[in-house]
């Protein structure tokens, strides 16, 4: 009987939600729109997160061993991509526009004038010790300090003109030390087989043994999860607005009447409500797996996790229909339960990472977006398609969640227990 009763209420919902067309474009439309539109906007900002390389300008007027050493170095990181069509005026004006970030010139004749510099230093400090150096090597006046010009587009942030400068400066001390260390040396003569290449100290990274995938989301990564969690938790306005038509339309009151407990009443909005909460999360996916790839923006893989990811959608879809059970029980008009359930669905997305994610935002906002329900099934997600978590590491998530709706739900019929009394 009990279970009739609860096909009977999953019948009604879904009558309702019939009858509410627009609803079903804000449950289902919405979400997809945002989810395009959003991806494509910030997929050039995930990249640069991501550390895809930077286009800079290098000119090489020296052309010889040191410009050399540069520039294999520079061309053998994970930071820039190397435009050599330039000339030094070409470059300044490219940057100074804003078409570039920066520009590296190279001045001529670095590598002959650091080694004869070199050369000249230290035949200086092999003479004080007393020591004869090189007959052949005649002693020259050092020759000024060679200048390599960086340019940087005005907009450019002093973070990463600074990263750039300790760059270069960390790549032309080591040239340096290698060729002070050869020509020490050649002066006294050693023939011994050191590794002068070889680093005293060096860093190593330790990673998770989960970690050989990268702990950073790229924009699908975010954006698709991100966007179900907001699509799930805007149905808190249609889920509202007919528990307030119940009120208005006399339901609520043939409900308190009849023998049928008020929990059944929602547990059937429960599964009905679930219901579209998968076939957002299916649609969302759909969208991530197949449409993506065709903007050429990276498909949404989840091969060996759409267990974990249903699971997450459940429980995320439970504490969004609680917070819909709760708003509109108390509510007593449309115009309280749709503005303030859709102001608080846009408020809780915000801090909890949908818009912006959480690792970008401030420390403070980092600590507030531990309170959002959006940010637990966001982090649920993430453990799920970056770290490979199983249904356990998420264990804590996944109790967050199912408390929110519980503790909703229990607020909900302890107030219309309270409204039946008076």
Not at 211 to 240: K, R
């Amino acid at each position: 009987m009990l279970l009739y009763k609860l096909w009977r209420s999953f019948i009604k919902e879904i009558l309702l939600l019939k009858r509410d067309v627009g609803g079903i474009v804000i449950i289902f439309v919405m979400p997809l729109l945002l989810i395009v539109t959003i991806t494509l906007i910030q997929d050039s900002t995930f990249k640069n997160l991501e550390g895809s390389k930077i286009p800079i300008i290098f000119i090489d007027q020296d052309k010889s061993e040191v410009s050399k050493n540069i520039k294999a170095e520079l061309e053998n990181s994970k930071t820039f991509q190397l435009l050599t069509n330039f000339n030094e005026k070409s470059a300044q004006n490219a940057v100074f526009s804003g078409d570039y970030q920066m520009a590296i010139v190279i001045p001529e004749n670095l590598t002959k004038d650091l080694n004869s510099n070199i050369d000249s230093k230290v035949q200086t400090i092999v003479s004080s010790f007393g020591l004869e150096g090189d007959s052949a090597k005649v002693k020259t006046a050092a020759p000024k300090t060679k200048e390599i010009h960086l340019y940087f587009d005005p907009a450019t942030n002093a973070g990463f003109k600074n990263s750039v400068m300790n760059s270069v400066n960390k790549m032309v001390f080591e040239i340096e030390n290698k060729k002070i260390y050869k020509a020490f040396q050649d002066q006294l003569g050693t023939t011994e087989n050191l590794d002068e290449n070889k680093n005293l100290i060096s860093f190593k990274e330790i990673t998770p043994k989960k970690g050989e995938m990268d702990v950073m989301p790229n924009s699908v990564q975010h954006n698709v999860p991100a966007w179900t969690l907001f699509a799930i938790f805007f149905i808190v306005v249609p889920l509202s607005i007919n528990l307030v038509k119940e009120k208005s339309q006399g339901t609520s009151v043939r409900a308190r009447i009849s023998p049928t407990p008020y929990f059944v009443h929602i547990l059937g909005k429960t599964f009905t409500y679930l219901i579209i909460c998968i076939i957002q999360f299916l649609l969302m996916v759909a969208v991530g797996i197949y449409l993506f790839p065709y903007m050429d923006l990276p498909a949404f893989d989840v091969s060996g996790k759409m267990f974990q990811l249903v699971i997450v959608t459940l429980f995320a879809g439970l504490a969004a229909i609680g917070f819909g059970v709760l708003l509109g029980t108390i509510a007593d008009t449309q115009e309280q339960s749709a503005p303030f359930g859709a102001t608080s669905v846009v408020v809780l997305a915000a801090i909890g990472g949908i818009w912006v994610p959480v690792f970008l935002m401030p420390e403070f906002m980092q600590t507030v977006a531990k309170f959002s329900p959006m940010n637990w099934g966001l982090n649920a997600y993430y453990d799920i398609i970056l770290r490979n978590s199983g249904i356990g590491e998420i264990a804590k998530e996944l109790a967050f969640l199912l408390l929110f709706y519980i503790a909703t739900v229990a607020i909900s019929i302890f107030y219309e227990r309270k409204l039946q009394n008076i």
